[in-house]
Every structure is written in C-alpha cells, then in structure tokens.
C-alpha cells in the first residue's frame, strides 16, 4: 500500500490558469509538508501544516495555499500559475516520536508540475 | 537559522569500494540529523537519522553516518558501493527546539561505477 501518494504524477497547464495538486497519507501522521524541488534538485520547505498549526515559508508567494481537509489530506493550490512554478512538488508526512521528540519524513512521488 | 552544506555537488566510487558523502550542518543547539535517498524520478526515501547517543547510526541498505559534534558534521558511508547505491543523496536537520520544519542540503550525487 503507498503510503503518501500524489496526484497527478505530471500537471501541464497555461500560464495564468489555477491548479492544485491533492496528497493523501495513510500513516497516521500528525504533521504533512509541501515541498518545491527546482530543476538543480534544490529542495525547499513551502509548508507545514498539523491541525494545530500551519508554518508558511515566508519566501512562498501567496498564490500557493495550503488546503486540508482532514488529518490525512494536504492539497496545494495555485493561483496565477508562472512560468517560475515549474518545478517538482513533494508531499510529505511525519509524526513526533514522543520519546525522542524527532520525526523522520515519508515522501510522495512527487508531481512534476509544467507551465507553458 | 538552520542550515545544511554538502561540499561534493559529485562523488564517483568504483564497486566494492568504500564510499563517503559529507555533510556539515549549523544549528542553534541540539541537532536532529537525516541522510535520505532519491533515485530518477521518486520521491526522497528515509537512510538513517542521528537523534542522541551513539554517534555512529546505522541504517538501511548498509548505509550509516558517524554524527560529529566538535565538527559539526553527519557523514554518509558505506563500506562497499553497489552500482545500485548510484542516486542523489540528500542531508538534512532539525534542530531540537525548532518546531516541525526541516533544512536539506544541495544534495550530492552518487556514482557508483562497475
């Protein structure tokens, strides 16, 4: 069984029009991410969301938002897509180890998002 | 602030040989590190993590990574490559007391020649 899954795999649309891309995890974790890889592989945090808080990278434009449904749901939507959102989008969940306070990350196969 | 460098943008290692990708870290106190693996086209799959204690982990695949605090640094090892090891190997950090949010590094890619 996947464990978090993404869809779509490939998203191609104009510039300008909005899109979202849905991730859903079955682990039982608390917290999910959004991640941005850049075509040199530079992976940078968007987001991370639990039902307590939601963290935003300062540096994300406000065209991105986060969405969740429930607990096991965080879908990313984007407004006025640029040519500059052409990137691969990672989802991602978590849960705190109560005992050490740590947490390691599963991750989606991402979606390879295309503006034109 | 947090933050992650890997020095080697590349690491070429013949099979069977040792191999090594380097990480060095900076965060305010006590550090949570993760070593992660991505191979064409997938998403990033979990190595080893260092929390507290024993600084040398081990993980899957055969992977560990020796934590070094005077240096500041979470190297990844293996002690014989495999051409399948050949793939992008991402460092990352938590620090203790930062909330949920993760720093990755460039990440550095592998090439385990036959």
């Known amino acids: 069984d996947t464990a978090v899954s993404q869809t779509p795999k490939y998203l191609v649309t104009q510039m300008g029009n909005d899109k979202s891309i849905k991730c859903e995890q079955n682990?039982?974790?608390?917290?999910m991410y959004w991640y941005k890889q850049d075509s040199k592989k530079f992976l940078k945090i968007m987001f991370s969301y639990n039902n307590k808080e939601l963290i935003i990278n300062e540096t994300v434009p406000n065209r991105f938002s986060p969405k969740s449904p429930d607990k096991a749901h965080l879908n990313l939507h984007i407004n006025s897509l640029e040519l500059g959102d052409s990137a691969v989008y990672f989802c991602?969940?978590?849960?705190?180890?109560?005992?050490?306070?740590?947490?390691?990350?599963?991750f989606g196969p991402g979606t390879r998002l295309t503006v034109l | 602030a947090q933050s992650v460098a890997q020095p080697e943008d590349q690491v070429n290692v013949a099979e069977g040989n040792p191999l090594t990708v380097k990480c060095t870290y900076s965060v305010s106190g006590n550090p949570y590190l993760f070593w992660y693996v991505q191979y064409p086209n997938r998403g990033l799959q979990f190595l080893l993590k260092?929390?507290?204690?024993?600084?040398l982990v081990k993980g899957s695949y055969g992977f560990e990574a020796e934590f070094n605090k005077s240096q500041t640094s979470f190297h990844l090892k293996k002690p014989s490559a495999l051409v399948s090891d050949s793939a992008l190997y991402f460092c990352a950090v938590r620090a203790h007391n930062y909330g949920q949010n993760f720093v990755f590094g460039p990440g550095t890619r592998l090439s385990v020649l036959p």
């Open positions: 260092y929390i507290t204690g024993d600084n």
């Open positions: 682990l039982g974790h608390d917290t």
């Open positions: 991602a969940s978590s849960q705190v180890d109560p005992g050490t306070g740590s947490n390691e990350q599963f």
